[in-house]
């Protein structure tokens, strides 16, 4: 009698378990590698499908990944450049017109709640209300907008760090004329500067073709790193962006370095040189 109430209590429990077996299996892993080595570097066109594959497939939505996107490049900057090793905790968020800009508006907010005393150079506005949103953000967070663009003697003597957040993978060089003097004077700062996916002014593929690009000490890639990521001869190459779905991982055969624990990003070893 005994050995049947046990019977009768865990074959339930076991068919639970088996069930949520047979689903955990069915989905595809993420191939994480255990070689730095072995990451998978997107072309132009895979990080363009990508996003479409997120917005259109996953449903995810453009503040969404934004907002990620942000947090994670501002986790990246407090772990690379803590307060307590600066000599001025104030940052210089520069930001363009499109997506890179955004993940810009959404990395000054965060790196404000951290501690940070950020400060956004945001010529050319976007009028979308996804991007006065950002903005109202910000100004509710406290964080003052420059009305005109700093000189770089200025930036070093008054900033600890300088977020470049430009232009994104969907850039084709040349720069505009009216970037041309904002990416003269990142260029000639001293303090370190972090790029947020691809240095601004690089082609998403081949690098700083047109030697007119950024070379920042930091380089936070998003989702996955960039072909032109292989160039990066900084101190600091962090991947952020911890959203992408296993399917769609599995998909473009996607190789990644495990994220450690809850982490929002992982260091990567820099790779200037290899191809």
């Known amino acids: 009698m005994l050995q049947y109430i046990v019977r009768s209590k865990a074959l339930p429990i076991l068919a639970k378990v088996s069930a949520e077996l047979r689903y955990l299996c069915s989905i595809p892993r993420v191939a994480y590698c255990s070689r730095m080595d072995s990451i998978k570097y997107l072309s132009q066109e895979e990080a363009i499908n990508v996003d479409k594959k997120l917005f259109s497939e996953y449903k995810f939505s453009v503040d969404q990944l934004m907002e990620l996107a942000g947090l994670s490049v501002a986790t990246a900057i407090a772990k690379a450049y803590p307060i307590a090793h600066l000599t001025s905790r104030d940052v210089l968020v520069v930001c363009g017109p499109g997506n890179n800009g955004g993940d810009g508006l959404v990395c000054a907010r965060h790196l404000a709640a951290f501690g940070y005393r950020p400060r956004v150079f945001y010529p050319r506005r976007t009028k979308r209300e996804l991007y006065t949103n950002l903005v109202a953000q910000c100004e509710a967070s406290g964080i003052p907008f420059a009305a005109e663009m700093p000189a770089a003697a200025d930036v070093d003597a008054a900033y600890g760090v300088v977020v470049d957040a430009l232009f994104g993978f969907s850039f084709a060089p040349p720069v505009r004329e009216e970037f041309v003097g904002i990416m003269e004077m990142l260029r000639s700062v001293e303090v370190p500067v972090c790029s947020v996916d691809v240095p601004s002014g690089w082609d998403v593929e081949r690098g700083d073709t047109?030697?007119?690009?950024?070379?920042?000490?930091?380089?936070?890639?998003?989702?996955?790193?960039?072909?032109?990521?292989?160039?990066?001869?900084?101190?600091?190459?962090?991947?952020?962006?911890?959203?992408?779905?296993?399917?769609?991982?599995?998909?473009?055969?996607?190789?990644?370095?495990?994220?450690?624990?809850?982490?929002?990003?992982?260091?990567?070893?820099?790779?200037?040189?290899?191809?």
Do not use: N
Not at 229 to 256: N, S, W
């Open 210 to 275: 047109a030697g007119d690009g950024l070379h920042p000490s930091m380089l936070v890639s998003l989702t996955a790193p960039k072909l032109c990521a292989r160039g990066f001869a900084g101190r600091h190459h962090y991947l952020g962006g911890r959203f992408l779905p296993r399917r769609l991982a599995a998909e473009y055969d996607i190789v990644l370095p495990p994220y450690p624990g809850t982490e929002q990003c992982v260091e990567l070893p820099v790779a200037a040189g290899k191809q």
